[in-house]
């Protein structure tokens, strides 16, 4: 049975669904204002996991993740680019998709956006005004009455009185409470905003995963995932709204993944050690990005080093290179598959998952080196099974060992946000030429000049191995 770490309760408990053989899932998705960072990148393929390895097990899974398409940070920064709203969103949401779409992470079945859910977020506002969890303040903003819900802070393990004993002297004084927030901000000029009965405006952050994740899952579902820094204040208010509203439980598990550290510094644009995805991408391929991020557990902290990324690549070399040369059979080995499900099983560990991966590529090395092409067939379509779940080894081999994008480790450097890489200026069809050109040379027992161009293609990152097959290359 799979078990699963609940940050509601504090445990591990097994997954029971509210619907035999379905479940349904929904993670907080990004605030299109920017381009999206390796902490986006942590939390999405870890939860791209999540969904791929429940649907694997046989649950048939509703995935849903939103994008917020209104908020302060969008209107501030579409206001200093002197363009709308929409344009700019547009623009982080078709970014968004080329980083995604790069790290594997497959599309949701759901993508509700905020400006799309305007008459359930007003309705939801309207319920918790009628039952008095909510309040229409002097300033024109209605406010969610954090006092009326009486186990806020289950989640994050605040206490309210604790909270309001450290909030700020100078807090709004429209509020009846330091700790309320806000659920629709009254209109400011030049602002996006929409009509209500309470005046136009605009809908709080925290209202809108509320209303569209009920909207698209019901008022009970089965998971809500996200990052870390999410769990307070933001899902903490999602789920003193949503059960006020409904009277129901809302999201019955919640998983949160932890935090991205530089150095072991945490990552941020004021310390300068803040990496947008797409820099990365500029030297590393996605599946190394994606291989670096599975390989801690998604509720440790996860270390971005050139090191650990360098590492990555390194075992995925490792994978690819057992691979190579080797027919999947049509049935898989089934120890691989059971080692697999047992250890995904304990609270999605794709840790050890990787583990499972690199185990079963030095057996499938061994029973070709024994000549025994069942077993090695056997182990490959095991090691393909597990990489589809996992995201990873998507490529042919000799696809991977032949591509350009991304250096080997020891030909790049990232220093802040530069990108310093080596890569060769031969393309596929120039290298097989030399290469054909050496075969001809060693027909011809020219044997300098062979060597003459093995090592001119060694120069130039280009790694030949002859065998009884032919002459294969990667780039070394």
């Known amino acids: 049975m799979i078990q699963l770490h609940n940050s509601l309760t504090g445990r591990k408990e097994p997954l029971e669904t509210i619907e035999p053989g379905k479940v349904r899932m929904y993670v907080c998705g990004v605030t299109t204002y920017d381009f999206c960072h390796i902490g986006h990148a942590r939390c999405y393929v870890v939860f791209d996991v999540?969904?791929?390895?429940?649907?694997?097990?046989?649950?048939?899974?509703?995935?849903?993740?939103?994008?917020?398409?209104?908020?302060?940070?969008?209107?501030?920064?579409?206001?200093?680019?002197?363009?709308?709203?929409?344009?700019?969103?547009?623009?982080?949401?078709?970014?968004?998709?080329?980083?995604?779409?790069?790290l594997g992470i497959a599309r949701p079945d759901l993508e509700p956006r905020a400006t799309e859910h305007m008459d359930e977020i007003l309705d939801m506002i309207r319920i918790l005004l009628d039952k008095g969890h909510a309040y229409r303040a002097g300033n024109g903003d209605?406010?969610?009455?954090?006092?009326?819900?009486?186990?806020?802070?289950?989640?994050s393990g605040k206490r309210p009185e604790d909270l309001r004993a450290g909030a700020r002297v100078d807090v709004d004084q429209a509020k009846e409470d330091p700790l309320d927030f806000v659920l629709w901000k009254a209109a400011k000029p030049g602002e996006p905003q929409w009509d209500s009965p309470w005046g136009a405006g605009r809908p709080g952050w925290h209202i809108e995963c509320s209303a569209m994740s009920t909207r698209a899952l019901g008022d009970d579902f089965d998971i809500h995932g996200g990052g870390m820094d999410l769990k307070f204040p933001h899902h903490e208010n999602e789920i003193a709204q949503s059960c006020a509203a409904t009277g129901a439980g809302f999201a019955h598990y919640w998983m949160h993944n932890g935090f991205v550290r530089v150095d072991k510094e945490k990552m941020s644009k004021s310390l300068d050690n803040f990496f947008t995805i797409r820099e990365v991408l500029e030297v590393f391929p996605g599946e190394v990005i994606r291989y670096f991020?599975?390989?801690?557990?998604?509720?440790?902290?996860?270390?971005?080093?050139?090191?650990?990324?360098?590492?990555?690549?390194?075992?995925?070399?490792?994978?690819?290179?057992?691979?190579?040369?080797v027919t999947p059979a049509v049935e898989a080995e089934p120890t691989v598959l059971e080692e697999f499900g047992r250890v995904m099983d304990d609270d999605f560990n794709t840790a050890e998952a990787l583990a499972v991966l690199q185990n079963a590529a030095g057996s499938l090395n061994t029973a070709r080196d024994a000549g025994d092409a069942d077993r090695a067939g056997a182990l490959a379509a095991a090691m393909l099974e597990v990489g589809t779940v996992l995201g990873l080894l998507r490529k042919d081999p000799d696809e991977w060992f032949q591509a350009i994008a991304g250096p080997r480790p020891g030909h790049a450097t990232i220093t802040g946000h530069e990108v310093e890489a080596a890569i060769s200026s031969l393309d596929k069809a120039g290298i097989e030429a030399r290469i054909a050109a050496r075969l001809d040379a060693r027909a011809k027992k020219d044997w300098a000049e062979a060597d003459r161009i093995r090592d001119e293609l060694a120069a130039q990152g280009i790694v030949l191995e002859d065998g009884a097959g032919g002459t294969s290359w990667k780039r070394g």
């Open 293 to 325: 991020v599975l390989s801690s557990h998604y509720r440790s902290p996860l270390n971005y080093t050139e090191e650990n990324l360098d590492h990555a690549r390194a075992a995925l070399d490792r994978l690819y290179t057992a691979l190579r040369g």
């Open 142 to 155: 209605v406010y969610y009455r954090v006092a009326s819900f009486k186990t806020y802070g289950k989640l």
């Open 50 to 102: 999540v969904a791929r390895y429940l649907g694997w097990r046989g649950l048939e899974v509703t995935l849903v993740r939103n994008i917020t398409d209104i908020d302060d940070k969008i209107i501030e920064r579409a206001a200093r680019n002197g363009e709308s709203m929409e344009q700019l969103t547009a623009r982080f949401i078709d970014a968004m998709y080329q980083d995604f779409d790069a």
